[in-house]
């Protein structure tokens, strides 16, 4: 089972993308500030971190950075959920290796393209059945023998989301 880590200080937040990912075959531990999230990284080796732009005591960037310090953890690609739309914030993101900015308010099926997209991890659709998406998962239904049945690999750069672009 693959594991999202969640880094957010608002209630609202975690509570909506824990939905989200509820009977989606993943664990998912959720934190509130980025210190918290990058020490529970060190243990835990998550296979993707969502958190939000800023934080108590460290923000999405500073995460981002210190996870590239750590070289077990480099690889751990980061999706960074904000409102912002500010330019200066979004370059910070880009500089510190964020792997996609993904913009408020989120979708399930916005979350999980970017989910998979950026970490291999495949949820499905909002619409699929639980047992189903695990099945898909787990590689034991018909499906997953597909050629969609592949996760792609993780682009080589960020997938960037202008903040005038509209969602496709």
Known sequence: MKTILLASDSKVTLELIKVYLI??????????DGVEALTIARVERPDLVLCDLRMPRLDGPGLCRGLAADPTLRETPVI???STRD???LR????????????KPIGP????????????????????PPARTG???QGTSPA????????PPAPARPA????TSKAS
């Open 23 to 32: 009977d989606k075959d993943v664990r998912v531990l959720d934190v509130r």
């Open 80 to 82: 960074i959920l904000t």
């Open 87 to 89: 330019k200066d914030s």
């Open 92 to 103: 910070q993101c880009r500089e510190a290796g964020v792997r996609a900015v993904l913009l």
């Open 109 to 128: 099926n916005e979350l999980y393209e970017a989910v998979q997209r950026h970490a291999g991890i495949v949820i499905g659709l909002a619409n699929d």
């Open 135 to 137: 099945a898909r998962q």
């Open 144 to 151: 997953a023998t597909g050629p969609a049945a592949a996760a």
């Open 160 to 163: 960037w989301r202008s903040p």
